[in-house]
């Protein structure tokens, strides 16, 4: 069974620009989530998408939002793009049965750098 | 949501077992604890999950005392391998989930 996949892997933006990343997950999961990960801060959550509404939402300001689409693919949105915004970002999915306490499957990430 | 601490990083000689501690004070009762791992360049990778006493699986051990405020993971006669950042997490079904900085750990030959 093919892992989870996200595209683009690496990214360069300028501030103020927006960004689009795209996360395709494990066949039969109809749960992803995002997390954003930075030397500093860790792994933090963003949000969780579950049949193409969202579940759960970290404390991210609006620029940052998603969507997930029927066949469950999910895309993640920055707008306004600011310095801070480089990182990490990896999406991950599930069964979505059982919230957040699943085993996630998180896929190689993308890497934003905000110049 | 549960807070959780737990050592910034360790080390450890090959073949050696590895314990790593976690403290969540404010664990809820139907709250897992949950551990993951972390390579470099890659996304976190499940390892193991509990609710009290001991579970065992093919890569490692998860002991949780009886009140449940504190949590082990006991990894056996690591390799070189098993240098990554390990998470641990208390988890309750939809909770908003923060995986923190995590343990590094540094397996030296």
């Known amino acids: 069974k093919a892992g989870v996949t996200q595209t683009p892997r690496y990214l360069i933006k300028t501030r103020g620009q927006q960004v689009t990343l795209s996360c395709s997950p494990i066949?039969?999961?109809?749960?992803v989530s995002w997390y954003q990960q930075t030397p500093g801060q860790g792994l933090q959550f963003l949000f969780e998408?579950?049949?193409?509404?969202?579940?759960n939402k970290g404390n991210f300001p609006g620029r940052f939002s998603g969507r997930q689409f029927s066949n469950s693919r999910s895309e993640m949105n920055v707008s306004t793009l600011e310095l801070g915004d480089s990182a990490l970002y990896l999406c991950?999915?599930?069964?979505?049965?059982?919230?957040?306490?699943?085993?996630?499957?998180f896929g190689p990430g993308t890497r934003l750098l905000v110049l | 949501l549960a807070k959780t601490t737990q050592p910034i990083s360790m080390d450890s000689y090959e073949g050696q077992e590895v314990n790593i501690t976690c403290s969540h004070n404010n664990i809820a009762t139907n709250d897992y604890i949950t551990w993951y791992q972390q390579f470099p360049s890659q996304g976190p990778r499940f390892i193991i999950q509990?609710?009290?006493t001991k579970v065992t699986n093919e890569v490692a051990s998860l002991f949780i005392p009886a009140d449940r405020k504190s949590s082990t993971l006991s990894l056996p006669r690591v390799s070189l391998s098993d240098t990554a950042v390990y998470y641990c997490?208390?988890?309750?079904?939809?909770?908003?989930?923060?995986f923190g900085i995590g343990t590094k750990l540094q397996v030296i030959p």
């Open positions: 991950a999915s599930s069964l979505g049965l059982a919230g957040l306490l699943e085993t996630q499957y």
């Open positions: 998408y579950f049949s193409e509404t969202q579940r």
């Open positions: 997490l208390v988890l309750g079904g939809y909770q908003k989930v923060t």
């Open positions: 066949s039969g999961h109809r749960s």
């Open positions: 509990g609710y009290k």
